[in-house]
Nanobody
Framework: QVQLVESGGGVAQPGGSLRLSCAAS????????IGWFRQAPGKEREFVAL????????SYADFVKGRFTISRDNAKNTASLQMNSLTPEDTAVYYC????????????????WGQGTQVSVSS
């Protein structure tokens, strides 16, 4: 079982940046595909980005392409989401998720989740 803890959320101005981290403990982090999701008030949880076990493949939702970058450091058991050019529409609770088998955009297919970190973008 892997445990995930997100950090790095906060308040940013439009056009600003934040870097989210997902720290993992427990089983071998490198055996898990990692996904980032977000959920805004009154909305369903939506896919943001994912990265495969070794970091060789990444995928992004269209609305973050060119602005967000997902990465991982298996030696440090962490995954990160660098978020640039933030807009108020990026305001949400951001979650990291992990799964040893699944690699995709469906939130309900990931077996392990962190508690989330709030990102607020406002002037």
């Amino acid at each position: 079982q892997v445990q995930l803890v997100e950090s790095g959320g906060g308040v940013a101005q439009p056009g600003g940046s934040l870097r989210l981290s997902c720290a993992a403990s427990g089983r071998t982090f490198s055996s898990y595909n990692i996904g980032w999701f977000r959920q805004a008030p009154g909305k369903e949880r939506e896919f943001v980005a994912l990265i495969t076990r070794g970091g060789g493949t990444t995928s992004y939702a269209d609305f973050v392409k060119g602005r967000f970058t997902i990465s991982r450091d298996n030696a440090k058991n962490t995954a990160s989401l660098q978020m640039n050019s933030l807009t108020p529409e990026d305001t949400a609770v951001y979650y990291c998720a992990a799964d040893q088998r699944y690699f995709g955009i469906r939130a309900n297919a990931y077996h392990h989740w962190g508690q989330g970190t709030q990102v607020s973008v406002s002037s």
